[in-house]
């Protein structure tokens, strides 16, 4: 509503007041001294580890597909451009797709003000595998220069009370207070913007069944809408890179989304770069106002391969910090996973086993980040 946009602005502008750090906007010597950002430190071995050499890849051309056209007679259009940019990369980005400007700002905002915290109170929010950590990507041993939190969502875009009974999150202008126990103003903006996001996700799955020519028209987003569905939030903070002898770091490794979809949204700092068919990689161009659309590996498996799950990664390379909020929208753990029958083709030959999600989801905790996890799915 108008109202509820009203009061977002006003604590967007709030939150700039309080809090900022060259990431999010422009902000006081005196609040910059007050609210340095923290983080734990890699030892010389492990910035070697996650260390790249310096070259340049050439920049992505990302496919744009404007979502406002969709109730409209550009629907058709706009579900067959979304099909083009999955068979084809894997990605793309979408514009007009209905999530507030207000809502983005002001859940960035808050987002800022955490991961600003000292290193300690950011450390009683730690858990596994929901919750802050930084350094550790997984339980394989990959590394990455970033802090994050991991969010479980519900299809309402709440995030459960239950998930976090072991943990604590600072909310932004308050002392440690329990995520069960509002207010928190981080929870409360992070649970509006999973719940915008969510629906927008949904949305694009619908596009893609009419897109693929699939019926029900449901058949996709029903899997992230489901009651159960087993959806996740992360927040990811890039601090500014150390110095390495003219070398990148890695924020976060190459690997693909396990999900069904993935949606990120960034400020205005590079780093993310896609995978291209032929192994080669390119820097996808930052645009705040957009959200981007990753194929993750069980759509690759629903739609027998025609969809490819994008391989990605973040390199710290700015001087800038870089924040991103990525939206996981993933099926029940019981939901059986395999090629959809109208989507088999003429041979009818399925490329990958039936499996449930929570099969699949416990076999990416098993190997490294890189690791080529389908393969072992594949008839």
């Not at 943990?167 to 409360?188: F, K, N, Y």
């Not at 150390?242 to 993935?262: A, C, K, M, N, Y």
């Not at 973040?314 to 959809?340: K, N, T, Y």
Request: proline share 8%; glycine share 8%.
């Amino acid at each position: 509503s108008s109202a509820r946009i009203t009061q977002l602005e006003k604590l967007s502008r709030l939150l700039d007041q309080a809090f900022s750090c060259p990431a999010f906007s422009s902000v006081s010597s005196r609040t910059r001294k007050k609210k340095k950002p923290t983080m734990v430190v890699l030892a010389k071995g492990e910035l070697e580890q996650i260390a790249l050499p310096a070259a340049q890849p050439p920049l992505a051309h990302v496919r744009e597909v404007d979502l406002s056209a969709a109730p409209g007679p550009g629907r058709a259009a706009a579900a067959r451009a979304l099909v083009s940019a999955c068979e084809e990369q894997g990605f793309f980005k979408v514009t007009g797709h209905g999530v507030p400007p207000e809502l983005v700002r002001a859940a960035e905002a808050a987002a800022a003000e955490f991961f600003a915290l000292p290193q300690a109170e950011k450390e009683a929010a730690a858990g596994r595998p929901l919750g802050y950590d930084s350094k550790r990507i997984g339980v394989s041993g990959d590394l990455g220069w970033i802090e994050y939190l991991m969010l479980g969502v519900t299809p309402a875009g709440a995030l459960p009370a239950a998930s976090f009974a072991s943990w604590t999150l600072p909310c932004a202008g308050a002392a440690v207070a329990s995520l069960s126990e509002p207010p928190c103003p981080l929870r409360d903006l992070l649970e509006e913007y999973a719940a915008a996001v969510r629906r927008m996700a949904c949305g694009v799955l619908e596009l893609m069944a009419e897109g693929l020519g699939i019926a029900p028209a449901d058949a996709l987003s029903r899997l992230v809408a489901d009651a159960e569905s087993d959806s996740m939030l992360r927040v990811n903070h890039y601090p500014p890179r150390p110095e390495l002898q003219g070398r990148l770091l890695t924020g976060f490794g190459e690997h693909t989304d396990p999900q069904v979809i993935s949606v990120l949204r960034s400020n205005g700092t590079s780093g993310l770069e896609i995978c291209a068919r032929d192994g080669s990689w390119a820097a996808v161009p930052p645009d705040p106002d957009s959200f981007f659309v990753n194929v993750a590996d069980a759509l690759q498996v629903l739609t027998n391969g025609r969809f490819r799950s994008v391989r990605h990664r973040v390199v710290v390379s700015s001087e800038r910090p870089r924040v991103s909020m990525i939206f996981f929208g993933g099926p029940p753990f019981g939901q059986r996973l395999a090629p959809l029958r109208q989507l088999l083709g003429d041979g009818g030959r399925s490329r990958y086993r039936e499996f449930t999600w929570k099969e699949y989801k416990s076999s990416t905790h098993k190997g490294r980040l890189a690791t080529d996890r389908l393969c072992s799915f594949e008839n």
